[in-house]
């Protein structure tokens, strides 16, 4: 392939991308506002229309900042390819460091760091003015900034070293690097689920155990009725930061915990809690946790496969506007430029990896009517829909494309079949 026939197939599915997602967003608005003045007719008696009005209200704020967030990162994207931003940052950050791996390693981080300036104050904008504005930001200025900080330095101390072992391998491996790479990237994810609950989360969040003595033998009953181990049952002061609430479990093998938001705990009975950990628990049982980290695990191997084709194809770096790259430095370029241009070439996958993830979420809420009461879970996912402001009237393609659970009326349909 030529550089410029490589230029013209990213300018196609960039602006393909980027008007289909407008397209999806528009639709979204639409469907929502011609739905927001009627609760639809199977929720009627359980949320009122002034919730369900905040709720589109809510999704259409969404919807039109995504909007504006696309326009910049389209506009990014430009910037570090066509508009030969990478290359010139390449050129600055080669004349201030001698050494290969240091130009390297400099490059993704400043590029990362760019990247992250670029996106804070929509993240600001995100969390003190849109969230504030429904009630649902907790967050105080000095928390965010904190978040900011924490994040750096993990950053440093865990992925600087993890872009040093990638870049060596791909500079010293040979032909085959990516198959070593993908041995170590997988090694390295495991690694991190042990990790992550012990080490990392309570940086960010207090996790204290379950206080409540009859919730905690109720979930305990039934952790033994599915067959779950667990290291402890603990609360997440959730609430610092969101009034969202949520419970998941975390971490793998011994190290495995279960987490309820405190928020969750304060909205809903114990009953609806035990419906809503089952669910949860029904990802771990029928090994939709498992399957979808097999997936990743797969996915990682081919895009790191594409990335060993690519990094040594000049119409590669040449059609995304980096036509000087300098000796030993291609290897930084390439991961950023992969980086980068990957989503663009991966949009229309969505939906697919959708209807996997909804299958999943429908087996798991059949999983939980086998173990606790199915008019549970009905009750819980209401109060959580109203709670979270979610929309009952989603476009069902905008839908399709974006969200990883089924809408609200078909889970609730399908559970009524096992009430």
């Given at each position: 392939m030529s550089a410029s026939a490589f230029t013209q197939l990213f300018i196609f599915f960039l602006i393909l991308t980027f008007v289909v997602r407008c397209w999806l967003s528009t639709r979204q608005i639409r469907h929502i506002r011609a739905h927001q003045e009627k609760v639809p007719e199977q929720f009627v008696g359980s949320i009122s229309l002034a919730s369900h009005q905040k709720a589109a209200a809510y999704t259409v704020a969404k919807t039109r900042f995504s909007l504006v967030s696309l326009i910049v990162e389209t506009a990014v994207l430009l910037g570090f390819t066509l508009f030969g931003g990478l290359e010139k940052l390449s050129d600055w950050v080669l004349g201030i460091s001698g050494n290969d791996m240091i130009y390297q390693i400099a490059l993704i981080a400043l590029a990362s760091i760019i990247v992250g300036a670029i996106d804070l104050p929509f993240d600001y904008w995100q969390q003190f003015v849109l969230e504030e504005k429904f009630g649902f930001n907790k967050m105080t200025p000095s928390l965010f900034v904190g978040d900011i900080v924490k994040s750096a330095i993990l950053g440093v101390i865990i992925g600087l070293p993890v872009i040093w072992v990638l870049l060596t391998v791909m500079g010293k491996a040979g032909t085959w690097w990516w198959?070593?790479?993908?041995?170590?990237?997988?090694?390295?994810?495991?690694?991190?689920?042990?990790?992550?609950?012990?080490?990392?989360?309570?940086?960010?969040?207090?996790?204290?155990?379950?206080?409540?003595?009859?919730?905690?033998?109720?979930?305990?009953?039934?952790?033994?009725?599915?067959?779950?181990?667990?290291?402890?049952?603990?609360?997440?002061?959730?609430s610092k930061r969101s009034a969202h609430g949520n419970a998941y479990f975390t971490g793998f093998g011994a190290a495995k915990r279960v987490v309820f938001f405190d928020t969750l705990i304060e909205k809903l009975s114990p009953e609806e809690i035990e419906a809503v950990l089952a669910h949860e628990l029904g990802h771990f049982r029928l090994k939709h946790v498992m399957k979808r980290m097999l997936a990743t695990s797969i996915l990682s191997l081919v895009f790191l496969a594409i990335l060993g084709y690519l990094k040594n194809q000049s119409w590669f770096y040449a059609?995304?506007?980096?036509?000087?790259?300098?000796?030993?430095?291609?290897?930084?370029?390439?991961?950023?430029?992969?980086?980068?241009?990957?989503?663009?070439?991966?949009?229309?996958?969505?939906?697919?990896?959708?209807?996997?993830?909804?299958?999943?979420?429908?087996?798991?809420?059949?999983?939980?009517?086998?173990?606790?009461?199915?008019?549970?879970?009905?009750?819980?996912?209401?109060?959580?829909?109203?709670?979270?402001?979610?929309?009952?009237?989603?476009?069902?393609?905008?839908s399709a494309f974006y969200d990883s659970h089924p809408p609200a009326s078909q889970r609730i349909n399908h559970l009524l079949g096992h009430s």
């Amino acid at each position: 392939m030529s550089a410029s026939a490589f230029t013209q197939l990213f300018i196609f599915f960039l602006i393909l991308t980027f008007v289909v997602r407008c397209w999806l967003s528009t639709r979204q608005i639409r469907h929502i506002r011609a739905h927001q003045e009627k609760v639809p007719e199977q929720f009627v008696g359980s949320i009122s229309l002034a919730s369900h009005q905040k709720a589109a209200a809510y999704t259409v704020a969404k919807t039109r900042f995504s909007l504006v967030s696309l326009i910049v990162e389209t506009a990014v994207l430009l910037g570090f390819t066509l508009f030969g931003g990478l290359e010139k940052l390449s050129d600055w950050v080669l004349g201030i460091s001698g050494n290969d791996m240091i130009y390297q390693i400099a490059l993704i981080a400043l590029a990362s760091i760019i990247v992250g300036a670029i996106d804070l104050p929509f993240d600001y904008w995100q969390q003190f003015v849109l969230e504030e504005k429904f009630g649902f930001n907790k967050m105080t200025p000095s928390l965010f900034v904190g978040d900011i900080v924490k994040s750096a330095i993990l950053g440093v101390i865990i992925g600087l070293p993890v872009i040093w072992v990638l870049l060596t391998v791909m500079g010293k491996a040979g032909t085959w690097w990516w198959l070593y790479a993908w041995i170590l990237w997988t090694i390295f994810q495991y690694l991190m689920l042990f990790l992550y609950p012990t080490f990392i989360a309570p940086l960010f969040n207090k996790f204290t155990p379950l206080q409540d003595e009859q919730l905690r033998l109720k979930i305990e009953d039934l952790m033994k009725r599915v067959g779950f181990q667990s290291k402890g049952l603990f609360v997440m002061d959730g609430s610092k930061r969101s009034a969202h609430g949520n419970a998941y479990f975390t971490g793998f093998g011994a190290a495995k915990r279960v987490v309820f938001f405190d928020t969750l705990i304060e909205k809903l009975s114990p009953e609806e809690i035990e419906a809503v950990l089952a669910h949860e628990l029904g990802h771990f049982r029928l090994k939709h946790v498992m399957k979808r980290m097999l997936a990743t695990s797969i996915l990682s191997l081919v895009f790191l496969a594409i990335l060993g084709y690519l990094k040594n194809q000049s119409w590669f770096y040449a059609g995304l506007g980096v036509d000087s790259i300098p000796a030993g430095g291609s290897d930084a370029v390439a991961l950023i430029l992969f980086a980068l241009t990957l989503p663009i070439f991966t949009f229309f996958l969505s939906p697919l990896m959708a209807i996997s993830s909804r299958k999943h979420e429908f087996e798991a809420d059949a999983f939980s009517a086998k173990y606790t009461q199915a008019d549970d879970l009905i009750h819980a996912l209401v109060k959580m829909y109203q709670d979270n402001a979610s929309t009952l009237t989603p476009d069902p393609l905008h839908s399709a494309f974006y969200d990883s659970h089924p809408p609200a009326s078909q889970r609730i349909n399908h559970l009524l079949g096992h009430s």
